[in-house]
């Protein structure tokens, strides 16, 4: 039981800080996510975990893998997830995972989200600017009337984004807690 509530609290304090309304961005203001876990297998058996988790989460491992590398323990991933926010209904994304031995490095990337009625759209640093710039609108709005539908439309723009970060981090939590207790260890 302890080794359940240890992820589910390490997941719990991960997405409690990033549920401020905005996206973490690289040094590139890319939207990029990442996990480094020190699971106690060799390389060949993370990086068969993280096949099998493939599997298991995207069904189709031939459509979700991209890319394979078992000598490397290099694995890539294309595929995409479910997600509510008020424009996309999934979110389609870039997943590398190296794997070494006793640890492996899971980063997610080139977020595009998808919906049945747009093209998709790359998902970047615009998100984030968008909440600053309804921040923005609020302090300076004078009109009541005004002011409520900027709160509304801050609180729409922000639950979007938290909503994309939950989604992303649950798969890497998925990742690190499959990983962690396939074939007993």
């Known amino acids: 039981m302890k080794y359940l509530l240890l992820p589910l609290l390490l997941f719990i304090v991960q997405t409690g800080f990033c549920q401020d309304g905005f996206l973490p ?11 480094v876990a020190n699971p106690h297998k060799s390389k060949a058996e993370i990086y068969k975990s993280a096949q099998n988790w493939v599997t298991h989460t995207f069904g189709n491992y031939e459509n979700a893998v991209t890319q394979e590398d078992p000598a490397s ?17 999934y979110i389609r994304f870039d997943l590398v995972i190296d794997c070494k031995d006793n640890q492996y490095q899971a980063r997610i990337d080139k977020l595009d989200g998808i919906s049945p009625t747009r093209t998709p759209i790359r998902i970047s640093s615009k ?8 921040e923005v609108s609020i302090k300076t709005e004078t009109n009541k009337k005004k002011r409520t539908e900027s709160e509304q439309l801050l609180q729409i723009a922000k ?3 938290d909503n994309i970060n939950h ?12 990983i962690k207790s396939e074939n007993g260890h």
């Open 25 to 35: 961005l690289n040094e590139q203001k890319q939207v990029y996510y990442s996990d």
């Open 73 to 89: 323990g290099k694995l890539t991933i294309n595929s995409y997830i479910p997600v509510v926010t008020s424009l996309y209904n």
């Open 127 to 134: 998100e984030n600017d968008s909440v600053l710039a309804k």
């Open 159 to 161: 639950t979007d984004n």
């Open 167 to 178: 989604a992303i981090y649950k798969l890497l939590a998925g990742l690190k807690e499959f």
